[in-house]
């Protein structure tokens, strides 16, 4: 146990130094340095700039330094606004992992529920209900399902108002954030509930006359939640991109949104910190679900 | 006879009455035969394939999907980038029409007793047909979709056999690579790589490669850099298993190399496992670079694909609703399909893999 959680843990830092690395020399491979504007800058004054920034040392020794500063928290300032990035993150990440954590709990639960309705009503109407409708939302990217959404019930209906920056209603960006994953979930859990609905143990509960409620959510329920554990680490790598696209859509200003809008404005640092804070994020989330897995199913082997 | 009359020797032995016993009659001995032809590997996966109704469905759509881009582009006399004009004159009028809508100068030239090709699904803000652009969009897309996947599984497949096949030192570093790889967040890394890439890469125009575009350019080598990590695994994982098997120790003793034992003995026996996830990569593929587009790092700007009309249509929503419905309505159609028919051809050709 103990030298799995080393050797995983070795992997996630190691992981996490590659991506670093990858991000800060892709982004200084893109030609131009940061001081291209439309008008033109005395030669001075570049390199002034230049030596301010540090961008006059060879590319090596600014990896150092900047890595030097990611341990401090300290990410650069972006290059449009000029504004220090640690900023930018600390008031916009809070927003982005309110709306994933939402709609990671509605896929949770939602999916779990459906899919062991769907596995306790094999074949009948509600399975098969469930699985059409499962299947369908696997096949709609989450920008379309956003944009329909924003279609019809903010533009045509005016059920929900329109977003903006201080507006505390996540139902719609919650939705479609949420659907894609609910409906992974859903399709895993009714084979899990499935799988062990055909245990012995199982057999034994309503052998001894255990009563219905009791076998189906302390002896199957239970033991299906496992693999949607598994899937549930890399699932926020999901939500994190899906939340890109949607929070364009419904113009709210969380970490997604920023990256996007810095994408389209070709603000490299601001790239660069966002690339490596999510990243890193997703490598932590995922090794914390890899070992929560090991704890809650102690019949895995740890190699 | 006389044989069974003996008494027997033991009264609890298993001594058989032969008398109970009669000869088979030339028909019952037929019965015996093998009843069902022998088939070869395809052809009974594609005869389990066709009893599933849904995959059957899926492929009947596909195949729809696939005839319509290839002839409508034939059919419909406009451009998927051609400003519309009536008699050789710019029609200023033809923007934003909704479906089989004509504009003024359209209905002029029909009452003069020409005759005007539909638009089926209107036209866009710049006056360009939307049905041919979303034609071009669903082409685009599939053709990410399917090169996509054939990159991955040529790469996977390279590596994954060297490392499975040779085993030892190389296998542990390339697992460590992919190990790495793998652990990369993936849609991060396709837009930071396509983000550089888009600005890196040049080339000769007029050439083969300048015609596809950069950006596609850049989302074959992003797909090809970072999803033959899976395809790799996997096929490692069957070469191991494999390996083992008597007929590989039998090729290796009467001297074959290692490529043809990997060529004629190995992939073969893996071959199941490899068609079925590419054609469960080609679903992804599609929804990736619908994303990319979507966020503005897909094909570049003239040539459409389903991601971007999608965004496009995000601008004039409140009045031209249909224009996100149409692109929207294919990307969930393709894939959808795309996906049944994997899962049909995963349960058709290998019942191991079915969950």
């Known amino acids: 146990m103990g030298r799995y959680i080393v050797k995983r843990v070795l992997l996630a830092i190691v992981t996490i130094l590659a991506i670093c690395a990858i991000t800060f020399f892709l982004m200084h491979a893109v030609p131009g340095g940061p001081f291209n504007r439309e008008k033109a800058l005395s030669q001075a004054t570049i390199d002034a700039l230049n030596a301010r920034y540090n961008l006059d040392k060879p590319l090596f020794t600014q990896f150092i330094m900047y890595m030097k500063g990611l341990l401090r928290g300290d990410f650069g300032v972006s290059l449009k606004n000029g504004r220090e990035i640690s900023a930018i993150i600390g008031e916009s990440f809070p927003i982005s992992a309110r709306l994933g954590l939402m709609a990671m709990l509605v896929a949770l639960i939602c999916g779990t529920v459906f899919g062991s309705l769907a596995a306790l009503t094999r074949n009948k109407l509600p399975d098969r209900v469930i699985v059409f409708f499962s299947t369908l939302f696997t096949a709609v990217p989450s920008f379309v399902l956003a944009t329909l959404l924003l279609l019809v019930f903010c533009i045509r209906l005016g059920w929900v108002p329109v977003w903006d920056a201080n507006s505390t209603n996540y139902i719609l960006p919650v939705i479609s954030l949420s659907a894609y994953p609910m409906a992974y979930i859903t399709r895993l859990s009714k084979t899990s509930m499935l799988d062990a609905l055909g245990q012995d143990y199982v057999r034994t509960a309503r052998a001894k006359g255990v009563s219905k409620t009791k076998l189906i959510f302390k002896h199957a329920l239970r033991n299906s939640l496992i693999p949607v554990i598994t899937y549930a680490g890399p699932q926020i790598a999901y939500i994190i991109t899906g939340s890109m696209v949607v929070e364009t859509i419904f113009t709210i200003g969380g970490m997604g949104g920023k990256f996007v809008s810095a994408i389209n404005n070709r603000d490299y640092t601001l790239i660069m910190a966002t690339t490596i804070f999510l990243a890193s994020l997703m490598v932590v989330a995922t090794l914390v679900c890899d070992l929560l897995y090991k704890v809650v199913d102690p019949r895995i082997q740890y190699d | ?266 992939l073969p026996n893996c071959l199941s496992v490899i068609i079925i996830s590419t054609a469960l990569q080609i679903p992804s593929a599609i929804f990736t670079e619908s994303y990319l587009s979507f966020i503005g790092l897909g094909v570049s700007a003239p040539m459409p694909s389903l991601g971007s009309l999608a965004n496009a249509a995000r601008q004039g929503l409140q009045s031209y609703p249909y224009k996100l419905i149409f692109p929207a309505a294919a990307i969930c159609l393709i894939v959808l399909s795309l996906n049944l028919l994997g899962d049909g051809m995963r349960d058709a050709f290998d019942p191991k893999l079915r969950r």
């Not at chain 2, 350019?217 to 070469?239: D, E, K, N, P, T």
Request: with cysteine.
């Open chain 2, 1 to 266: 006879m006389e044989n069974n009359s003996v008494p027997k020797k033991r009264p609890f032995s298993l001594q058989l009455d032969l008398s109970k016993f009669e000869p088979a009659t030339e028909e019952e001995k037929r019965q015996q035969d093998v009843m069902s032809k022998s088939t070869t590997f395809f052809r009974d996966g594609m005869r389990r394939l066709l009893k599933n109704p849904l995959a059957v469905a899926s492929l009947i759509v596909l195949l729809l999907v696939i005839a319509t881009i290839v002839i409508a582009p034939m059919i419909v006399p406009y451009g998927y980038e051609e400003i519309l004009s009536v008699n050789g004159r710019r029609d200023k009028g033809a923007k934003n029409l909704t479906p089989f809508e004509y504009s003024t100068a359209e209905k002029k030239y029909i009452a003069q007793g020409n005759s005007r090709f539909p638009h089926i699904f209107g036209t866009d803000e710049q006056c360009r047909d939307y049905f041919i652009r979303v034609v071009y969009g669903a082409r685009v897309s599939l053709f990410v979709g399917f090169f996509a996947s054939i990159i991955v599984l040529i790469i996977g497949m390279l590596i994954g056999s060297i490392s499975g096949y040779v085993g030892g030192r190389v296998d542990l570093i390339i697992m460590r690579i992919v190990d790495i790889i793998y652990s990369l967040p993936d849609m991060l890394m396709v837009i930071l790589l396509s983000v550089v890439l888009k600005e890196v890469l040049t080339f000769k125009t007029g050439s083969v490669l300048a015609s596809l575009g950069t950006n596609m350019i850049s989302m074959f080598i992003v797909f090809g850099a970072l999803y033959w990590v899976g395809m790799c695994r996997l096929i490692r994982g069957q070469i191991l298993s494999i390996r083992e098997n008597d007929y590989v120790l039998a090729a290796k003793s009467i001297g074959a190399g290692s490529a043809r034992i990997i060529r004629k003995h190995i």
